[in-house]
Each structure stands twice: as structure tokens, then as C-alpha cells.
């Protein structure tokens, strides 16, 4: 049994559920590349989820999805607007640049989270042909700190986006947990909001493998068909996606799974607090972030293996998944604690 | 039960013995991106086959390792000089032009087969700045035509194209077929014979998906695993592709799975011949090609599901698999029989 | 005095008239990339020859005026149909994949035209998106081989084109050379058959420098400035290339010059002819193809640089310019009849 | 006659002695795309400035020699660190992004110039294949905000980027101004400080158009030609630039030309100063910044077009250049004068 840790949410496995729709949907010969049921039936379940005009792709991973969310929406004389930790601006090293063309600006936030005041400053230059022309505001929900946006929040920065013309898209990676952190639904965080391309995440969550570009307006995706093949994103065997996204939405699964490993992060931020540890971002989904100094970090590491985030802040961050147990928490607390007395 | 047919070897499902062993790596947490153990035990045995200075990328798909072996063997500046019925220039949607930016050049084949005298007439403008330079010959083995290189066919393209400097790349997305009708090794086939570099095949032969680029001499590969990133093929669950390549070689699975569908190939072939049908390409692998009267097939595509291939000619396109049953093929005649006895 | 010589009409200088117009252009400031007043009735020059629906880009050289074009009329995912023997295809060092990730398919022919006949059989897989998308044609005119088409001729191929939702991009390097040949205007053998985009040629005829995307439909240039600007096109003293087309179309300069580098050809044709050398294309523009001995052709090359065409056929190729003079080719002549009595 | 302004120095002519240049080059046939002896001698000249180890590319423009730069010394997976203000970051509408693939990082500076300090926190993540990698420090010389980096300055940056790997590249559009101004020669501030690539510009200081790559190591720029072939940079005529360059370095023709406009601007700044008008950077080459009213710039702009440069803290550019008199100040101010005395 490999231990489970704090490292990423993608650190866990699958959910039993999710493997046993592989297992299900292994019978016979279906037509590849999504001419199957599975993806009929997965394609029409985020139609209920998201409304009628909605076209989804599925994709292999993350960076796959925000390529071809970015790809699709943008030109190569564009420029994308994100926080400055954006997983697109420091995560997958450089594949939106490389594949679409587009300049990505990474613009600082105090906790991952872009507001109309951070975005405006960088709103000028429309038509000027010497400058990357603003094309796409992408946010994270949950942000790449723990962090979530508000609904109001949402519709701010979609409405200055779209007063300047300009796309919206959500990279989702962890949308599960921002919906049960808001105890929303899906929809109400996307498209109600304004949202035109999600990049929605079902790795993190309990899927084997599974994510999905799901753009709110069939008229923005009539060429995601080619740039999906051209990134190398399109699955033969897509039933085995598909499959897996219908187990993850069947008796909310999904639902249950991002619940669990948010109770799991609050109740991590509140054992290590006990320990006169400090959380330097607000506990709204699966992460905690917190300071922990240098030696008791390294001692810490050798027995679960996490990231440094700011060394130079010597801040830590820690994640929990659907599988995350308290007696993990418990059992991680009291190696820390036992550091911590030295 | 989904009905088994021949439009494509990807139209199958999971090999039993690699689901068991997803099932069996679903335990616990693994570190993501490759640093976990079935990664590191699936790439020692990759170096078992193929010899100690072997470097192994695993990927998502087929056309994410082409991309990522061109991408790593070519600059933009270069050529890739291949078969006109090449995966890579027919099937990917240009996508090796748009991720590596170089020239792709498809030769006319009779067979899908290139020899030394077809690529001569390509191999000039060697400095000459205005001129793509060759930099790549792409071969695939076995080909889209279900033909065989034999291994004195391929050292005699790997020393044409070694003398002008060129990389050697071989697109195995069906290798297994390759190797088991030469009754050779994979090394036999392809470091022994001057390979550079080889997209090798899973998803085809068995597993649910996963592909690897396999270059024979790690000094080709420094930047390989940024390219890999860049290319959206970098897994983060990756022990789930990882575990699959293991049950794939475990016991030979993959010789077995091979074996089989070229079986399947070859009494597919000789049951339509017995019933008039003039086969097309010589039947090495597990793909038969034959002329079939235009109404005949539209008739019979009603029943099976499967690809015309050149439909000037009237030609169409079989492929077996791992799980082709000889009845499936029995029914698949019948069915042909009542067509043509119409 | 440098001698003048067959090798390409890039070889030639600068028509005195278009210097005095840089010259005179050389008058105090003027706004930057294009905000001049020579900018301003060069555009509208163009306006009078093309038609009132036609957007106009000026470019430094030709291959970043087809690199324009195509990034404009194509996304990523489409192929671009051309003759093999077309400048994107075969001088361009790969630019045109490179910069619009499209992918370029050389078509043979014999003389360097496509015809319906040779295109139609590449029109297929539309909305496969496996299958790189159809997207342009592209001819020259006159083409590499110093044919020419005939207005229906081009109707026909345009008709083709657009009944595929496929745009048409005219490489002009040579137009003027076409239009005097034709005796025709620019229009009638532009906008008048269909053309969407064409690439015009300033520099092989009697420019320093300078070519223009002409666009015939102003909607299909709508984000043409941002490419132009990637694409490193944008001149910061634009005045002096503005001012340079002025000039070329003042007194029907273009056109003085294309008719005197027409007529050489054809009289360089009639005098090598007269040795009993043969000629192998039709002699349309300003370019001489003949067979000539390899050894009597290096002996040749020592007196005047000049290109081999096809080494395999000892085809060689010979240009001729608005300078060329007729006494140039009686002394190449009398060296070539040296060589031949040997 | 063009009045005379400050938007920028590219809104200058051609300087006569290059012009006589060009009119002297123009002289019957040479062979194109740098086979010619202007650009043998202009080489050469380079060589003698630059010493031996130099491989210099000519280019149309800024953009194209920046890009080349790039293109050159990087990968798609590097990133390149500069100034927020740099020309590549803001001024070249993503053309480094989508030609080479990398990530054009911005870093704030408060004067345009890049220290050890600003830089340091940028270089982590070497070797983590999710982080693009550090692989270019560009800066500009002079910088887009007139001012000058010191030998010593540069030489600590060089050794910072060199201690991690990377390569340095040098915006150059404006050496000229900085050599004049440090009094240094052009080695001095480049191979003398360890720049490994430089742009060196032509046009803004006299030069119709031109600019060139210089690579301070000739291995660097094996791939250069190609490169600059696909970057649509490779000149026809080529002579026509080189000439103009041969004409630049004659009697230190770009000495006199940058000293001239440094003075210019030194007294342009003294003169608005002395009108109490606040200026903002060091004035240490042609480029002076000021703090102007809204109202009176933008009538000052109705009898001379420049640029605002920081709209919110009212800040605006004025450009001297080669041509720039004195009596073009006087009256400038004059006119400055009137609208400040209301």
C-alpha cells in the first residue's frame, strides 16, 4: 500500500466508482475518437449540467484542456491575462505560448485571484498593432492558492472582459471544489457568471485520467474539433474517458469527493493552527498553505514528500484529495508535532 | 456487449491482464509526473529491450509521441521526409507542422513502404538556406498499408539517411505486429538496425492507452521531457500508463496480443479471397486491404462499422485485434457472402 | 560596373525612377509605420488598380508578403494546396508551416500550373478532423517556370476553390511580368477571376525592395496589421517603400520594365534556341528553361552565375530583368556558342 | 518638406551619405541574398568592430533582429527575462512568443534597466520540466527609457546569466547612442562584457532601414541563416543594406549621427527643464521623459505628434535624432512656451 501524503491532489489514485465504469464500459468494439455511447451520454450529461449551448472536449489532462480552451479562443497576436500563479503562466512551461502563439501576462495577486483593479491597468493598447492585443482573462477556480471566487466576483471580471471584447476563460482544474465550497452548482459558477471556456478538471477529483474543455457558446468552439486533434489531445479509446465522467457525475460523485477533501483541508489548516503553525491563504478548498521553517520543513519532507511554495517566504503548501483519511491528518500532525518539540 | 468489428485495432478495449493491473496500482499515493515506482520499473524495462542507453517518454496518444519525437529530432528548419501514407502526414491534422514547425513531406509509395531510390530525389539542398534541410525520415513499422519492413530494408534507409545526418524516426503505434511477424525482437528492429528514435505502440495492442517515445541514445533526448510538457503528454497519474506497460510486457502479453490479431488478419484475408475478394497489399500485420464493389460496401458498412480507404480504387480498409475472435470473422463473411450472392 | 547576368531578377538594381523617389521621400520627418502621406496614396493607388474592396499591406520581401497572406486566410489546422514547384513550397526554408502552423502540400505538375484536374483529388476529408482542412490554393502568376495562366484558366481553379469554402492566394512576385504578357490590367487577373489575397511583387521588377498583401475583400483582412507585425513586416520608415510603389506605377513603370524583361526572354529563348539548345517550358514571362550539358553549363556558371533547375534532367534556369540589355545577351550567347564548338 | 518632430527617431529620413551609398551600389547585376561583395565588406566590418569570432546576420527590421535573436539562443521551452519595458515585451505584438515558442517574462524596473537584484528571484525551476527554463536575459542599450547600462553593470548581469546558463541578448536598436555617450566602442559594451547576441541598429540613426544580428561566438549561430530565412529577414537585394552599413561605418558616420541626437536631447531636456517642466529619467541618450499637463500636451500634439508614454502619471516621450536642429528645439519650446503661458 503506497502512504497517502500532502503533496497534490493528483498525488491519489482512482475512485472505486470511476474504476469500475472503465471496467463496465470494457466490453467489445465501439467506434473510436468519441463516436461512441459513452461519449453521447457524457456529452449530453454536461449539456444538462451546463444548458443547451454548450460544447465539450474531452481531454487527456489540464495543460491539454487550457491549451485548447486557449488555442480556440485566442490568436496568436492575443494576449491572456492571468494571475501571476496561473497554472497557464507557471505551471505548464510554456505550452500556451507555444501552441497558440498568445503572450501570457502573469499579473501579481495577493492570493491568486485577479480583480477588476489588477486587470484594468492592463487594458489599453486595443487596435494599437504593436501591442499583444487583450484577447482572454483567465482565472482559476479554485485558484492555484486554495482560493475562491464569488459569483459576484466572477461576473465583475467577466463584465469588464466583455465590455472590452474580450474572452473569459476558467481554468477548473478544481471547479469540484470551489462548487461545493460555494455550495453551488456548476452552472452557477460558469456560465451564469459569464464564463465562455471552462477548463473542467476530473483527475484531481477521483478520475483515473479526464478532463474537458467546455465552452458556454457553441459559436466559439466550431474549430476545437482540429486544434483538440492538433494537440494531440484527441483519445481512440475516448470511451474510457467518457465512462469515467459518467461515473463521476452519477449519484454526485463528484460532489462528494471535492466535499470530503475540503473538510479534509479544514481540518488539516485547524491541527496544524493547534500546532502554532500560520496559514498564510484562506482554507476555501483542498489546500492549505502555511509557513514552516526551513529544518522542520526538510525533516518533515523525508517522511511525506510535499512542495516548498515561496522559499524565500519559507511557505509550504499542502493538499488534500477525496481519499485523504483523518487519521492521515492525525498521523501527519503528530510527525510534525514531534519536529516541532524538537 | 458492444459488437467486435474491423474499422480499426483502437476500436477494442482492455487486455484483462492490464486492467488488473491498473486495478492493482490504485493503491494509496504515488508521487505524480513520473517519480513513482512502476514508472521507474516500466522505464528499467524498457531499457531491458531496447538496450541500456535508451531514454523512454511516455505519452498519451500516438500522435503525441510522433509529435514529441519530431519535435525533439528536428528544428523547424528541417524536413521530415516520409511515406505519403504516413500517420504523421495524413492522419494528425497537420499537427507535427504546428508543434515542431517543420516541413512534412509525403513520398509516394506503392506499399507505404520507403526505400533508399524514394528518397534520393529528396535528399538536397543541404545548406542552402532557402531550402527546408532533410533533418528526418519517418518510417512506420508496421505500415498504415499493413506491410513490414524487413530489417536489411530498414539498415539500408538508416545508413542513407546517417550519411546526410539525418535522424532516423520509426512510428510503431503497431511494432508489437511488426515484431512478431518477423518473429524478431524490438531491439532487433530498431536499435540494431539504426533507429534513432521510435514512437513505441500500447493502445493498439491491448492497453487502454499509452505510448512511448523511445529514443535509442540519450543524447538525442536532453530536452525531451520539456517537450513532453509542452506537448500536454505528461501524466500526472502517471503510474496508471506506467503499470499498464508492465503488465504489457509481463509474460509476453504484447507478443501474444500481436500474434493473435496478425492471426486474425491473415484468415481474415484468406476467408475473403475465398470468397472473390481481391486483396490489395500483402498481409503482414493486422491490417487487410481489398477492393470491394462501392454498393457491396455500403451495404456491409451497415452491418460493421469500418473505413474506406482509397475510394477511387474501391478500396477498403480491415483491421484486426487483440480480441478479434475467429467468429467474429466467420459472421463477418457470412455477411459478406449474402451481400455478394445478393 | 557589376556585370549583369541570367542568374535570377533579383540580381538586378534599382530602377533609376524609383531611387529619385526615395530620394525625393528623403524630406524631413514623417510618421512612423505607415502614418505618412506616401503611404496614404500608395494605398490608394493600389484601391485605383484593385478595385475599392481592397486592403493593401506592404511587406519587405516576398516570402513575408505569402507568409502574411497565408497566417491571414489560414488557421493551423489547414493545408494550403499549391504546385510542387511554388515558392512557398520549395524556397522558403519552411516559413509559411512555421508561421501559421498550416501545412503546405505540393502538388506536380508540368509547367508549374494547377488545373482542377490536379487539384480535385486533394479535396477531401473536409470536417475530418484527422485530416489537415483545405484551405487555400495557392497559385503564382507567373509561376516559377515562367508560365502563365490565362484568366480562365484561373476562373476555373478560383470557382473550385471557393465551391470548397477555400480561399485563393495568388503568389505575384512576377505579376507585372504576367499582366504585360497577358496584356492585361492587375484586376483582370486578380479581383476580376476570384483571386482573395495576392502577394505583389515590386522587388524583382526594378524596386530596391518591397511587395504588398493585396486583399480583395477587406473582411478577410480585418487582424492582417497584428500579423504583419509578427511577422517582422512592419516598416518603421515605411515612407520609402510607399514612396518606391509610387513611383512604379507612375508612367506605368511596372509595366515599361515587365515588357522589356518579358521581351529579353523571349529573345534570349530565340537565341540559345538558334545554338540548338532546348527549351522546356513555354517561354511566357521573363524565365528561359533550357537542357544543357552538365560539363558545357559548369563552364558557363564560370562566366555567369546562374542556377541549375533540375540537375537530373540538366535543366538549368535563366532570368532576365528590366535591365537587361540586348548586348547581355548576345555576349552570353556568343560564350555559350564558344562552349558548344568547344 | 516633412516637418521635423520628437515622436521617434524613426520618423527621421536617410541620412545623405547613406543615400549616396545605395545610389552607388546601384550598379548592374549582383548575386542576391548576400552572395555579393557589399555584404563581404560590410562582414568583414563587423568583424573588425566586433573582433573575429563574429557571425553578423542583416535583417529589415528591429523585430526581425530581435526575433532572430531569440530564435537563435533559444528553445520553445526557455524563457526569456527582461524589462517590462523591453521593445520585445510591449512594442513587438508577441512576434518572439509566436515565432520562437518561448515565454517572454516582463520584469518591473523603475528606469528600464535590469540589475542582478530584479533578476535573481526569476532564476529557479532549472530543470523542472513544468517551469519554462531560464534561458535568455535581454536588455536594451540604450534602454526605451534613454538610459544607459555601464560596462560593469552589464558585466554583472552577463556573469549572473552565464552562472545559470543562459545567454544574454542585447536589444541594440540604440547602441550607437550608448557607445556615444559612454564614449565606449561597440565591443566594449558588448563581447568586452560577455553579450553573447546582439541586434545592432542602423535605422533609427541614419540608415534608410537595416539592422543585423551579431553573434559574438559563431557557434551560436550555426542555425542563424535558417532562422532568419523562415523570419522572412534574408534581403533579395541585399547589397542595398549592406552598402548602407559599409556608408555607417565610414568615418564614423553613425558616431557623429547618435552624439548629435544624444546633444539633442540633452538640450531639449535643458530647454523644456528651464520651462519648468519635470523630467523623469536620466537623459542619457536621445530619449527624454517628461511630466506633462494633459491639456497642454494634447495641444502641443496638434502642432507636433509625439507619444504619451505613462497616461496615468502624465508622463510623455520626445525622440531626437541625426537630423534633429537646434532651431527645431527653439521652436518646440517656443510653442511649449505659448501653451504653458496659457
Redesign the interface.
Known amino acids: 500500500?503506497?502512504?497517502?501524503?500532502f503533496?497534490?491532489d493528483?498525488?491519489?489514485?482512482?475512485h472505486p466508482e470511476i474504476?469500475k465504469a472503465?471496467?463496465k464500459?470494457?466490453?467489445?468494439?465501439?467506434?473510436?475518437?468519441g463516436g461512441d455511447i459513452y461519449t453521447e451520454q457524457a456529452t449530453e450529461k454536461f449539456r444538462d449540467l451546463f444548458g443547451n449551448d454548450t460544447d465539450v472536449y474531452f481531454?487527456?489532462?489540464?495543460?491539454?484542456a487550457n491549451?485548447l480552451s486557449i488555442n480556440t479562443l485566442a490568436?496568436?497576436?492575443?494576449?491572456v491575462l492571468c494571475p501571476a500563479t496561473a497554472h497557464i503562466n507557471?505551471?505548464?512551461?510554456?505550452?500556451p505560448?507555444?501552441?497558440s502563439?498568445?503572450?501570457?501576462i502573469g499579473i501579481d495577486t495577493p492570493d491568486g485571484k485577479l480583480t477588476p483593479e489588477l486587470v484594468k491597468?492592463h487594458l489599453h493598447g486595443f487596435g494599437f498593432?504593436?501591442?499583444?492585443?487583450p484577447g482572454i482573462l483567465s482565472i482559476s477556480q479554485a485558484t492555484e492558492m486554495g482560493t475562491i471566487y464569488k459569483p459576484d466576483e466572477l461576473s465583475a471580471l467577466t463584465k469588464l472582459a466583455h465590455d472590452h471584447n474580450m474572452y473569459v476563460h476558467m481554468d477548473g482544474a478544481r471547479i469540484a471544489n470551489a462548487a461545493v465550497s460555494l455550495n453551488l452548482s456548476f452552472r452557477e459558477i460558469s456560465r451564469d457568471v459569464g464564463i465562455d471556456a471552462l477548463s473542467f478538471g476530473g483527475?484531481?477529483n477521483g478520475m483515473?485520467?479526464g478532463e474537458a474543455v467546455v465552452f458556454l457558446n457553441k459559436q466559439l468552439s466550431v474549430?476545437a474539433?482540429?486544434?483538440?486533434?492538433?494537440?494531440?489531445?484527441?483519445?481512440?479509446?475516448m470511451r474510457?474517458v467518457s465512462a469515467q465522467f459518467l461515473a463521476y457525475f452519477e449519484n454526485d460523485l463528484w460532489k462528494k469527493n471535492a466535499l470530503h477533501a475540503n473538510n479534509m483541508a479544514a481540518f488539516l489548516a485547524q491541527e496544524v493552527e493547534k500546532r502554532g503553525i500560520k496559514i498564510t491563504q484562506k482554507v476555501e478548498a483542498n489546500g492549505v498553505f502555511a509557513i514552516l521553517d526551513d529544518e522542520i520543513r526538510d525533516q518533515l519532507q523525508q517522511a511525506y514528500?510535499f512542495y516548498p511554495w515561496d522559499e524565500?517566504n519559507h511557505e509550504v503548501r499542502w493538499m488534500t484529495s477525496f481519499?485523504t483519511r483523518e487519521e492521515d491528518i492525525v498521523l501527519f500532525c503528530k510527525k510534525l508535532e514531534e519536529l516541532l518539540n524538537g
Open positions: 500500500m503506497n502512504k497517502r501524503g503533496a497534490s493528483n498525488n491519489s489514485g482512482i474504476l472503465i471496467e464500459a470494457n466490453s467489445g468494439h465501439t467506434t473510436g475518437y481531454c487527456f489532462n489540464g495543460t491539454g491549451v490568436r496568436s497576436f492575443h494576449s507557471v505551471d505548464e512551461c510554456g505550452a505560448e507555444k501552441i502563439g498568445s503572450k501570457i491597468p498593432e504593436h501591442h499583444s492585443q483527475t484531481k483515473m485520467m474549430n474539433k482540429y486544434f483538440r486533434k492538433q494537440a494531440a489531445q484527441l483519445f481512440s479509446k474510457f514528500f524565500n481519499d
